[in-house]
């Protein structure tokens, strides 16, 4: 069994996925009395979940021990939630004001069984229509008056604008200067069109229920949810399994279950012997980079190809890889522009030295010299190790995308010049046919080259990724917040990122060199590829808590490495 799959992840659920799931949950949990359950046993076994999820909510809030709270709710289901939590908070002796942004009359079916539960224990509510000056008294002096705030006012079936009421609510809460906790999804995030109402409140930290979902961790929702949680509920599995989308979150818990365990009685061979072939006259810190990250990531002997124009540098810097210096041939005027650079030349010392390497990287600080480009795209089907194709790499697999489209102007073939028939893409067609398997590590531009512009929504983002790693058959990682890793056999891996400190260049050096020697130490591509993100990530964040955003280098991130393992 895979690594991956032994971890039995949770799958990141869209948005109707999660609806569809909810109805059909409380109708299959409704069964357990009826075989053919009424409304209201339907209703009942909803309020069960809704219940669970108040708990979850409520054990979150109190672990804050913050004093008074005020919660803020709307009529439907998001609502029953927070009237849930209210009841608890009120049993546990915590203070909280419950501000309803709806009239008793518009609770319906489980969140209507909220109300009356919160109630008959003794809680009341502070209507906005039915005290609109009580409300607004109240509501202006959250700051002086409350500690926290919890936002369960739509949740994750709002759509469009908000209405007046609601709008005002939001921008009292953001003014309060306050953290907030979002229950499911923060009040104006429109979670079907997947983007922020012009009023939106921005969480400090957000619950999901049930299962992950995209919008918390990607461009259109990530500043309005905050830091996410997900609260697992009872769930029926074999219901779960229908609405799995091939679609999961991958946070640091995997780290240790993914982690290749080391011979003790291996030698340096046995731990790993990537081969990376990087660097050039302009860009020798890319080569030095991944190199050390490679080192610092359980590999055992670690050789760099570069050039040797620029080999005294990198071993002023390391002392541990060994060395394939590329020579720079005869002198005549061709080979002086290309001194300091991976040449054609060099192939034959390459194909020799890649015989014994168990992984290769190649790509890091090498030039787009039209000389490298063509090397680059000579040697990579030559190459039988799983090899990490990153940086320039990905570069002059790009050039073929131009050349194709030259050829169509002339007509000597068809292409589009940003690929949108992947079909017909030479860049996807080059790579399908590369016999080693592949891990490719684009950012977004280099993707773009590659590949196409990519689309604006991340639930689109997914499926091009999806396509592009099935033509391929490699397995794609586009670096970026959040980092997404698509496999061949069609599942997608999600990585929660942000953090703008490795927003740097060379930090993809370093992701490349920590990938490449997890690959050496016999881990299939798409867990390389995956660990290596998880690794690379949490070391940042170690790094971060350390130096800051706006201090940390790449070579810091390397220097904690050994912390994220």
Not at 144 to 168: Q, S, T, Y
Not at 239 to 253: G, H, M
Not at 326 to 349: D, F
Not at 508 to 535: C, F, H, K, M, R
Request: glycine residues 8%.
């Amino acid at each position: 069994m895979s690594p991956l799959n032994s971890l039995h992840l949770a799958p990141v659920l869209s948005t109707n996925g999660m609806r569809a799931l909810d109805a059909t949950a409380k109708e299959h949990l409704a069964q357990r009395t009826s075989s053919h359950p009424s409304e209201k046993d339907v209703i009942q076994s909803g309020y069960e979940l809704m219940q669970e999820a108040g708990l979850a909510l409520f054990k979150f809030v109190q672990a804050k021990a913050l004093d008074p709270i005020a919660i803020f709710i709307g009529g439907g289901n998001n609502g029953g939630d927070g009237l849930v939590l209210a009841k608890l908070l009120l049993q546990a002796g915590i203070r909280a004001l419950v501000f309803s942004l709806a009239p008793e009359s518009k609770f319906k079916n489980e969140a209507k069984l909220a109300l009356d539960d919160f109630k008959q224990a003794g809680g009341d509510v502070i209507e906005f229509d039915q005290n609109k000056k009580a409300f607004q008294r109240a509501s202006d002096h959250l700051h002086d008056d409350f500690k926290l705030i919890v936002d369960c006012m739509l949740g994750n079936g709002a759509k469009g604008e908000l209405r007046p009421e609601f709008a005002n609510a939001v921008q009292i809460i953001n003014n309060s200067g306050l953290p907030v906790i979002a229950a499911d999804a923060p009040t104006g995030y429109d979670s079907s069109a997947h983007v922020c109402s012009k009023v939106c409140i921005h969480a400090t930290e957000s619950m999901l229920f049930g299962f992950p979902r995209l919008d918390a961790y990607a461009k259109e929702g990530g500043r309005s949810f905050g830091k996410t949680v997900v609260a697992k509920l009872s769930y029926p599995e074999e219901l779960v399994q229908q609405f799995d989308e091939n679609i999961y979150l991958v946070t640091e818990d995997a780290i240790p279950q993914l982690t290749p365990t080391r011979d003790e009685w291996g030698d340096k061979r046995i731990q790993g012997s990537p081969f990376i072939i990087a660097g050039s006259k302009d860009m020798p810190g890319a080569a030095a980079l991944c190199t050390e990250a490679a080192l610092r990531s359980g590999a055992g002997l670690v050789t760099l190809a570069t050039t040797e124009a620029i080999t005294p540098i990198i071993q002023s810097k390391l002392s541990e890889p060994v060395f394939c210096s590329l020579e720079h041939g005869a002198s005549n005027e061709n080979t002086a522009k290309c001194r300091g650079v991976l040449q054609q030349q060099h192939i034959p010392t390459l194909l020799k030295r890649a015989k014994h390497a168990s992984a290769i990287a190649i790509g890091p600080g090498l030039s787009t010299n039209a000389d490298t480009v063509q090397a680059v795209l000579d040697l990579l089907p030559q190459l039988s190790a799983p090899t990490v194709i990153d940086a320039d790499a990905l570069n002059a697999i790009a050039t073929l995308n131009e050349s194709a489209i030259s050829d169509a102007a002339t007509g000597n073939g068809t292409a589009t010049s940003d690929c949108t028939a992947i079909s017909d893409c030479a860049a996807v067609q080059y790579l399908h046919n590369l016999q080693a398997p592949a891990i490719l590590t684009p950012h977004v531009r280099e993707f773009a080259r590659l590949f196409g512009t990519l689309p604006e929504k991340s639930d689109d983002i997914l499926n091009n990724l999806r396509i592009i790693a099935s033509s391929t058959n490699k397995v794609i990682l586009l670096k970026g917040v959040p980092t997404y890793i698509a496999s061949p056999d069609g599942n997608v891996y999600v990585i929660p990122v942000a953090n703008s400190g490795m927003a740097k260049g060379g930090s993809g050096d370093v992701l490349t060199g920590i990938i490449v020697a997890l690959l050496s130490q016999g881990l299939a591509p798409t867990e390389a590829a995956v660990l290596g993100a998880l690794l690379h990530q949490k070391a940042g964040r170690i790094t971060r808590e350390e130096l800051g955003a706006f201090s940390m280098l790449p070579s810091d991130i390397i220097k904690n490495l050994h912390k994220a393992f």
